[in-house]
């Protein structure tokens, strides 16, 4: 067995209405004055008010940053710094999905004054201290609440990310409640997203892959392919979006620890962009790329198949039931989120080779797959997406 290092939260809490004692575990934590990195949408969606109610009843100040977008700019997560260090907060809440939590992981961190954004893009390259920090997930699918790395768009299309162990929260506060309002797709789609960080994690070639994520990984997609059609097609089912946000969160931890590979690093450009969803591109790369790594990970595909889907464990011959796998999640793909071609979001063929160079760029990413992909790996996978 190979040396690994396991990063993990202080504390993880799941619990529907957990939200509701926000207030006495900030307390805890000795925070008195708070921002709460979120967007609009979480605002018109009316989830911000209980939060801000549980902390203000504790006598705790707080804030709100609420311009997060998809896909952040370097130009979020530097005015929402500005605005922590302008009110003197002493922590940061991120509330919301995978882009306000990310934005609130770096300004917890850049709000001591002891790094700069530019200077930390890359693995471990943070130097000093963060605020307290506590992240709580509206969507059951980017595993943000628990891993160390925040990615941030550079320039107009670039995804760059930032990458340590300061990064990991104090607190990870899973409340189902939070993600009853959730759109089917929305919950589709990032319900799949949290499959593909279980799968890449199980696959991943990098030097920290290690059995607890593996554990974790194989957790997650009982979990999630046990639920994740019950809480697209029955949003209110608080059993299934409370398994939904568990398995992704067990996602999450897996790969924050053995980190994922071609499907993000080929789904970037797409978000980059076209700034379709970060689940949605992953559900559109996915099969495509297992295809493509087959060769190189049929014995772990075939491991994992009857997790998802437990009528497969009948498929005896590894191959087939690789294969197999690959099959039944194209096809929860279709069912779920109906358009899963590139051409069915308006990108053109002749953009694919711009995809593909771009793809490149991923390279944290791609030294992790289990095969090694070139560009004109990448362009023929994309081919096949389109």
Same mark, same amino acid.
């Given at each position: 067995?190979?040396?690994?290092?396991?990063?993990?939260?202080?504390?993880?809490?799941?619990?529907?209405?957990?939200?509701?004692?926000?207030?006495?575990?900030?307390?805890?934590?000795?925070?008195?004055?708070?921002?709460?990195?979120?967007?609009?949408?979480?605002?018109? &969606?009316?989830?911000?008010?209980?939060?801000?109610?549980?902390?203000?009843?504790?006598?705790?100040?707080?804030?709100?940053?609420?311009?997060?977008?998809?896909?952040?700019?370097?130009?979020?997560?530097?005015?929402?710094?500005?605005?922590?260090?302008?009110?003197?907060?002493?922590?940061?809440?991120?509330?919301?999905?995978?882009?306000?939590?990310?934005?609130?992981?770096?300004?917890?961190?850049?709000?001591?004054?002891?790094?700069?954004?530019?200077?930390?893009?890359?693995?471990?390259?943070?130097?000093?201290?963060?605020?307290?920090?506590?992240?709580?997930?509206?969507?059951?699918?980017?595993?943000?609440?628990?891993?160390?790395? +925040?990615?941030?768009?550079?320039?107009?299309?670039?995804?760059?990310?930032?990458?340590?162990?300061?990064?990991?929260?104090?607190?990870?506060?899973?409340?189902?409640?939070?993600?009853?309002?959730?759109?089917?797709?929305?919950?589709?789609?990032?319900?799949?997203? &949290?499959?593909?960080?279980?799968?890449?994690?199980?696959?991943?070639?990098?030097?920290?892959?290690?059995?607890? @994520?593996?554990?974790?990984?194989?957790? $997650?997609?009982?979990?999630?392919?046990?639920?994740?059609?019950?809480?697209?097609?029955?949003?209110?089912?608080?059993?299934?979006?409370?398994?939904?946000?568990?398995?992704?969160?067990? $996602?999450?931890?897996?790969?924050?620890?053995?980190?994922?590979?071609?499907?993000?690093?080929?789904?970037?450009?797409?978000?980059?962009?076209?700034?379709?969803?970060?689940?949605?591109?992953?559900?559109?790369?996915?099969?495509?790329?297992?295809?493509?790594?087959?060769?190189?990970?049929?014995?772990?595909?075939?491991?994992?198949?009857?997790?998802?889907?437990? =009528?497969? +464990?009948?498929?005896?011959?590894?191959?087939?039931?690789?294969?197999?796998?690959?099959?039944?999640?194209?096809?929860?793909?279709?069912?779920?989120?109906?358009?899963?071609?590139?051409?069915?979001?308006?990108?053109?063929?002749?953009?694919?080779?711009?995809?593909? @160079?771009?793809?490149?760029?991923?390279?944290?990413?791609?030294?992790?797959?289990?095969?090694?992909?070139?560009?004109?790996?990448?362009?023929?996978?994309? =081919?096949?997406?389109?």
């Amino acid at each position: 067995m190979n040396s690994f290092t396991f990063n993990a939260p202080k504390q993880i809490i799941c619990e529907p209405n957990s939200a509701a004692r926000l207030g006495s575990l900030c307390l805890g934590l000795s925070i008195k004055r708070v921002l709460i990195v979120t967007d609009q949408g979480i605002i018109k &969606a009316g989830l911000l008010t209980g939060v801000i109610n549980s902390i203000t009843q504790a006598g705790i100040s707080v804030s709100v940053f609420d311009e997060v977008l998809a896909d952040p700019a370097e130009s979020i997560v530097l005015a929402a710094t500005e605005q922590a260090i302008a009110e003197n907060v002493d922590a940061v809440i991120g509330l919301g999905g995978g882009s306000s939590m990310d934005v609130a992981k770096l300004v917890a961190l850049l709000a001591k004054g002891e790094e700069q954004l530019s200077e930390i893009y890359g693995v471990n390259l943070v130097k000093g201290q963060r605020l307290p920090l506590i992240q709580i997930p509206t969507t059951a699918g980017t595993g943000s609440e628990v891993t160390t790395v +925040a990615i941030i768009t550079v320039g107009e299309t670039e995804k760059k990310g930032v990458v340590s162990a300061q990064l990991m929260p104090d607190i990870a506060l899973l409340d189902a409640d939070l993600t009853i309002g959730l759109p089917p797709m929305v919950t589709a789609t990032t319900g799949i997203d &949290a499959m593909v960080h279980a799968i890449e994690a199980f696959t991943s070639r990098s030097p920290n892959h290690n059995p607890v @994520s593996d554990a974790l990984a194989k957790d $997650a997609l009982v979990m999630l392919g046990a639920n994740i059609e019950t809480a697209v097609n029955e949003g209110s089912n608080i059993n299934a979006r409370s398994n939904m946000l568990l398995g992704s969160m067990l $996602a999450g931890q897996a790969f924050a620890n053995s980190p994922v590979a071609a499907v993000h690093a080929l789904a970037y450009p797409l978000g980059g962009i076209y700034h379709l969803s970060h689940g949605l591109t992953n559900a559109l790369i996915l099969p495509h790329v297992m295809r493509f790594n087959q060769q190189a990970c049929a014995e772990q595909y075939a491991i994992l198949a009857p997790l998802v889907f437990p =009528q497969l +464990a009948k498929i005896t011959d590894e191959i087939t039931r690789s294969s197999a796998f690959i099959d039944k999640l194209s096809e929860l793909n279709t069912l779920l989120v109906k358009k899963v071609r590139l051409r069915d979001y308006g990108i053109e063929q002749a953009a694919l080779p711009l995809l593909a @160079s771009e793809a490149m760029k991923q390279t944290r990413l791609l030294v992790n797959n289990p095969r090694e992909v070139n560009e004109a790996d990448a362009l023929m996978i994309y =081919q096949a997406a389109w």
